[in-house]
């Protein structure tokens, strides 16, 4: 898995998961600076699939933290959906932490995780979906 990857499956996992991925790795990371923290608006593009213009749905909510590690000269960026500032956090350490290789192990495996509860939720959810269908001849 590449970093984008790993971060994305790590998005939707469990704030403990985080908490504690967080605490790995953030003595190795030492002190942050904050660049830009706070909510701001994303657009949403569409395609059209007829003409294949591409338009503007509207905008996203998001929190981000953008984070700067100066004895490691690197940094850290981690944006969610909606107020959520821990998770925005959290992200934007575990950002720096691979961007420097750090428990890098650790967070693969535990992005792994995240996706195999995410597809196991999915397969529950559609499996409850299907049975809900009405075969239309029988009616």
């Given at each position: 898995?590449?970093?984008?990857?790993?971060?994305?499956?790590?998005?939707?996992?469990?704030?403990?998961?985080?908490?504690?991925?967080?605490?790995?790795?953030?003595?190795?990371?030492?002190?942050?600076?904050?660049v830009r923290e706070g909510p701001a608006l994303v657009p949403l593009p569409f395609?059209?699939?007829?003409?294949?213009?591409?338009?503007?749905?509207?905008?996203?909510?998001?929190?981000?933290?953008?984070l700067r590690f100066p004895d490691k000269g690197v940094e850290g960026y981690g944006?969610?959906?909606?107020?959520?500032?821990?998770?925005?956090?959290?992200?934007?350490?575990?950002?720096?932490?691979?961007?420097?290789?750090?428990?890098?192990?650790?967070?693969?495996?535990?992005?792994?995780?995240?996706?195999?509860?995410?597809?196991?939720?999915?397969?529950?959810?559609?499996?409850?979906?299907?049975?809900?269908?009405?075969?239309?001849?029988?009616?």
């Amino acid at each position: 898995m590449d970093e984008l990857e790993i971060l994305g499956a790590l998005a939707g996992a469990p704030m403990e998961v985080l908490r504690a991925l967080r605490a790995r790795v953030s003595p190795g990371l030492g002190k942050g600076r904050v660049v830009r923290e706070g909510p701001a608006l994303v657009p949403l593009p569409f395609r059209d699939s007829r003409r294949g213009t591409l338009f503007y749905l509207g905008e996203a909510l998001v929190y981000e933290v953008w984070l700067r590690f100066p004895d490691k000269g690197v940094e850290g960026y981690g944006a969610t959906l909606g107020p959520d500032r821990e998770r925005a956090r959290a992200l934007a350490i575990l950002d720096a932490a691979l961007a420097l290789g750090l428990e890098r192990e650790a967070l693969e495996r535990a992005a792994r995780d995240a996706l195999k509860a995410r597809e196991e939720e999915d397969r529950r959810l559609w499996s409850w979906v299907e049975s809900t269908r009405l075969e239309v001849e029988t009616l």
